[in-house]
């Protein structure tokens, strides 16, 4: 699947473009590895994060602020609770709940 989405992505390039991606086990599998020749000579650049950088990683700030401080002590209690907190929380990033990447 994100082999197929970043072709799809890669198909519509008109110039150079970096993509910056972490270093899951997808993006070192040998299937991987395999297609960056063929997005390589779209225009398309990969840039791997370092191996272990959090804060270089935007998803891993945003799930600090809802593990930490968003979601409330309850929503722990059961899936179904944590399931519905955690909709709630999404839902309101960028109104309700504010969070600064700089």
């Known amino acids: 699947m994100v082999i ?3 072709d799809a992505f ?3 390039l008109s ?3 970096v ?3 972490d270093r899951a086990p997808i993006h070192t ?3 991987f590895k395999a297609a960056m020749a063929r997005w390589q000579a779209k225009g398309l650049r990969l840039f791997f ?3 272990y950088s959090p804060e270089l990683n935007l998803i891993e700030r945003l799930w600090q602020e809802i593990k930490y401080r968003w979601l409330p002590l309850w929503a722990y209690e059961s899936w179904h609770k944590l399931k519905a907190a955690l909709d709630e929380v999404l839902v309101g990033v960028g109104e ?3 969070i ?3």
Do not use: E, H
């Open 15 to 17: 110039k150079t473009t």
């Open 4 to 6: 197929a989405c970043i």
């Open 49 to 51: 994060l370092p191996s």
């Open 10 to 12: 890669a198909k519509g």
């Open 19 to 21: 993509l910056v991606i």
């Open 96 to 98: 309700k709940y504010q």
């Open 29 to 31: 599998a040998k299937t």
């Open 100 to 102: 600064s990447f700089a």
